[in-house]
């Protein structure tokens, strides 16, 4: 959305009202990856970027049905992992990438998923949004992971204007009250999958129309 588009800031009452739905629509959000543990967690969330959560699903079920340890990876090793995930876009740079944070987590963490955001942006293939989701989900931290779908809802409901995912971040972790950010981020993600669609949003049927003030905004 252009600069000159976005709508007024949204003021707290409306930030309050907006996630208090939320919260009553979903009381308790969680990630759509499937996963049994914080390795394989970690995995499927490098492999979903840029690829949808349905489609990452497809393809871990049998991968993770034989791996479910950094060493287990290692000895499927890269050409053995992209047989499993050549149906993911960027198959081949995520096969290399899951390969060395493997090697990375048990040659510097023991093989466990570190729990802090300077420990998870050392891996490879790991930036600030696949470790804020690792950090909410598997550590319970109170994180805001910003992909495409909440850099969208938080600009179009007022919550940000900023232009990039580490500004929008910044923003919401000021904005949002603290009884609610915990779930904010799989709220935002699932407000943007299934009703603040990117083409055609389905204002209509959402929930938090009366408070949503963008040019985007078609109730017809």
Known sequence: ???????PKATPQAVQAIFATFQQHTPAPRTELHYTNG????????LSAQATDKGVN????PLFARVTTPAEMLQL??????????SIGLFRTKAKNVIALSQRLIDHHGGEV?????????????????ANVVLSQLFGQ??????????????????????????VEADLLRLIPPEY????????????????LAQRPRCAQCPVAAWCHSPAKTLS
């Open 1 to 7: 959305m252009p600069t000159g588009t976005l709508p």
């Open 39 to 46: 390795y394989q967690l970690l995995v499927a969330v490098v």
């Open 58 to 61: 497809k393809a871990t079920a």
């Open 77 to 86: 090793g890269e050409e053995g992992l992209t047989t499993y995930i050549r």
């Open 114 to 130: 570190p729990n802090t955001m300077e420990a998870l942006v050392s891996l490879p293939g790991v930036g600030r949004k696949t």
């Open 142 to 167: 109170p994180t805001v992971a910003v992909d495409t779908h909440v850099f969208r809802v938080a600009r179009r409901l007022g919550f940000s204007r900023g232009t990039t995912p580490d500004a």
């Open 181 to 196: 950010l915990f779930h904010a981020h799989h709220w935002l993600i699932l407000h943007g999958r299934y009703t603040c």
